[in-house]
């Protein structure tokens, strides 16, 4: 008892709560549900699970596993667990509890709510405003202090970008006091979803406005997953995922074992996201390309920028900065060329190409669930849309592997569930495909990457180009898949079973989610033998993991070819400057050091805060 009165105040975490999916109310209550009850009870080895009070407990994650090694698939819960309101409980009741010592890994005992704000409310909290509970109080709070520091001189940065990195790096020295301008070579979400309407149905693809180009950068239609290896429970990924619910994702985000937001949430999540900086202060300039960067004395002052939405009015600005933030992503192939003009530094990086493959969902959803497979219901059901992750090693000669140093890595990515096939390209003579999809992921398909891991060792008739050798790569095989489709955005595509076989498929193929057209092709002769050998190779090992992933259903497009950045802009750990040219912060995927819309949003985060504590603007750590 003692302890327990120690504990008081405390909260207990419970892991690995398991309730069959049968049993329980489905993966879109996030609530106690009596089956949960029955989990815990049996964890705390309390006898009457009903007996427990439901407001004890919060669900900190849910997630589903229909793994076949598992008897049958189940939701699995991590449970939150208030110790004062269980010293309620009836003594006798309670003595159960008191007995039970928090196992390792099973039970956590924490001495503080582990309570991490959005980053919104986090900065307010610092600044001293986290009383002002209403966000349009505390923008109109802001804009006010915004407005009173416009007196003093205030540092002025430019964020190159409205990426997910972008977004963040400018929401945090906005929130400090910079004075920030935004630039997006690309168009608002509003007039950006008009342009993709056009490509889609027209075929017109604006180069500046595209599904990498605009507003909300390349993650705004797209899947939206938000699983990142960063590691989900800490506190810069919770920011991240509180403050997209400050802005309008689902609260289940945050308890959501594999949270995604689908493009329908993503566009208004954006969008508030811009009214909010505007709200700051921050001058947000859409349909702006950086051309140059202003360098003086080996430091970025400024940069030049045009207007690019009216090339026949080019229209060139130099603008004065004490700092630049780039947050460019890895399709801005002209930046990257521009960096290595001016002797920034650059480093080669691995990165991966292959091809996306894609299945019937329906043929997925009974792979990975079997009987339950009836249960999804198009996104509708209690159990989530089945999705999809291998990975292989594959060596010189085919075979798998257990080490990666043996060979290539050969695994799925970006898998969409219930989404569709897109094209990525930001130049028609070239062709780049990627996946997408709405938050209900109903759509008849099922798509992801397979793709290869490629290091300089695979271009090596290109090393005179120096760092921009591995942009180089992909854009050769781009232009051969545009020339494969034949034009016009067609799309080659190839059946599993037909890539397996080296043999152009003659009958027709089965449809495919791409809106605007495939055709059928050689996808065996595009890359060099060792990329296609890996991805024939692997094919066959995740075959034996999801048995039916070979199938005749099974339609493979070519290319998928921007996995991440094929450099890295090198810069310092600690303060994000750019190791070659001083006031320059190289930040998330384009820059190497993100992969994803999390890790991106928490690069630019931290930027911010470095960023904010080199032009002093805060003294504190975070
Ligand atoms: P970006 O998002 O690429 O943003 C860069 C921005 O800079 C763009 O808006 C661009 O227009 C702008 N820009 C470029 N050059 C200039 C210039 N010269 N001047 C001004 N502005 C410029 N990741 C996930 O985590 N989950 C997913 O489900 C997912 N699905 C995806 C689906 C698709 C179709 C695509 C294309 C990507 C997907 N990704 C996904 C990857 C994810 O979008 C990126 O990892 C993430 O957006 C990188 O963020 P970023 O801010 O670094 O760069």
Known sequence: PNEIENREEGFWRLYKLSVPAHKDPGKDFVGVSLPLLEAIAKVLKFPVASMLPQDAFTVLRKSFDARKLLKEPV?????????????????????????LEPKIGLVEYLT????????????????????????????????????????????????????????????????????????????????????????????ILQSESNFCFGEGGAGTWSDGKLVTRIGRNNDSVQSVMKTLVHFGASPKILVDGKPHLGTDRLVPLVRNFRRHLQGLGVDVKFGTRLDELIVENGRVTGVCISDARFESEFRSQRLPYDAVVLAVGHSARDVYQMLHQNNVDLVPKDFAVGLRIEHPQALIDSIQYSALASEVCNGRGRVPVADYRVVKYVSEDGANTSGRELGHSCYSFCMCPGGQVVLTSTNPSEICINGMSFSRRASRWANAALVVTISSKDFVDLHHLGPLAGVEFQREYERRAAAMGGGNFVVPAQTVTDFLGNKLSVTSLPPSSYRMGVKASKLHELYPARITQALQSSLHMFDKELPGFISKDGLLHGVETRTSAPVQITRHADTFESTSLQGLYPIGEGAGYAGGIVSAAVDGMYCGFALAKTLNLFSGDV
């Open 75 to 99: 939701f699995v819960y991590t449970v939150e667990m208030d110790v004062k309101v269980l010293l309620n409980l009836e003594p006798r009741a309670w003595d159960f509890i008191s007995r």
């Open 112 to 203: 503080h709510k582990q309570e991490s704000e959005g980053l919104v409310n986090i900065i307010h909290g610092l600044r001293g405003d986290a009383s002002v509970a209403d966000s349009e109080d505390r923008d109109d709070i802001f804009l006010k202090q915004v407005n009173k520091l416009h007196s003093s001189k205030r540092p002025k940065v430019a964020v190159i970008g409205s990426g997910p990195a972008g977004l963040f790096a400018s929401l945090v020295l906005a929130e400090f006091g910079a004075e920030v301008t935004l630039i997006e070579r690309g168009q608002a979400v509003e007039q950006r979803g008009r342009d993709i309407g056009a490509l889609v149905v027209r075929r």
